[in-house]
């Protein structure tokens, strides 16, 4: 099979990273030529896709992959995978799986509430909104009968160099509380479990919560980490004075639980790190937030 990946960001890097062996090509894209440069010894062929400069390959690649991967988000107008090579890779006769990596804030906010695949979108920022769209976009190319497309609705992504123990070694790490407020996330080892299993999966295209199985209080996150590290975990602050970046204050405007037991049913996905607690854990033992 060869591969190709819209975004070669942190699931996709590590993804490809993990999967060695699995393809016989695999390829994708970055915003810069610097950044081309960073990747050219990890054995993945780079291509730059920006609004000023797009590789002509490309095209070449998405046409001949069996697998392609979409983490680049949508603009606020419009989709740039979609505008430049939705219709392309409609048209082409030959069977592809395509992976779409959206976000759990296309539910909006639920109060707290249980939310599953089954539900209606309702989400409540211009971001989620956009999310929304190109999904529904990715879901019509999946109606071409050589084409089947999975929808990943991703929770808070966390793993290694990215996770609570990294930013309280760092001294960023907030305790921020607003009562009642839970957080999903999900460890990018079983989002790459997700990836696998629906590169497997034998029926139609889908769309698939990609949560843990433990939706939390950011708190916790910060003190079971702290606790991990033998330290005393930052003072506690009141949300509605806390100092919060705009985007970080927006993901405390929504409120929710998702469940992935689609994702466990149907894909027959198993998590390898079910809660935070079992992921930071393991990411302690091997020795993120030391040194």
């Not at 980490?225 to 949300?239: I, R, S, W």
């Amino acid at each position: 099979m060869k591969f190709f990946a819209f975004g070669l960001g942190y699931c996709a890097r590590y993804y490809l990273e993990h999967s060695k062996g699995a393809f016989e090509a695999a390829a994708g894209t970055v915003r810069t030529a610097a950044k081309a440069g960073e990747l050219k010894n990890e054995n993945i062929e780079t291509f730059v896709f920006a609004p000023e400069h797009e590789d002509p390959a490309i095209a070449e690649r998405v046409a001949a992959a069996d697998v392609i991967l979409v983490s680049v988000p949508p603009g606020s107008s419009s989709d740039p995978v979609l505008a430049r090579y939705g219709h392309r890779i409609a048209s082409l006769r030959r069977p592809q799986t395509i992976i779409y990596l959206s976000t759990i804030g296309v539910y909006g906010d639920r109060g707290g509430d249980w939310v599953d695949e089954s539900m209606t979108p309702t989400p409540s920022s211009e971001r989620s909104l956009a999310r929304l769209q190109a999904e529904r976009s990715w879901a019509a190319i999946g109606k071409e009968p050589d084409k089947k497309v999975f929808i990943l609705r991703l929770a808070g992504i966390y793993g290694p160099g990215r996770n609570a123990l990294v930013n309280l070694k760092a001294g960023t790490a907030k305790r921020v509380i607003k009562r009642g407020q839970v957080f999903n996330r999900i460890h990018v080892e079983d989002i790459k479990r997700a990836i696998d299993a629906a590169i497997a999966h034998q029926g139609p295209g889908d769309v698939f919560n990609v949560s843990d199985d433990a939706p939390s209080p950011p708190q916790d996150v910060i003190t079971f980490a702290a606790m991990l590290m033998g330290v005393e975990p930052p003072p506690t602050e009141d949300f509605e004075s806390a100092d919060l970046s705009p985007l970080a204050r927006s993901f405390y405007a929504e409120n929710k639980r998702v469940s992935n037991r689609k994702l466990k049913d149907e894909l027959g996905v198993k998590l390898a790190y079910p809660t935070y607690r079992v992921g930071l854990e393991a990411l302690w033992e091997a020795g993120e937030g030391r040194g």
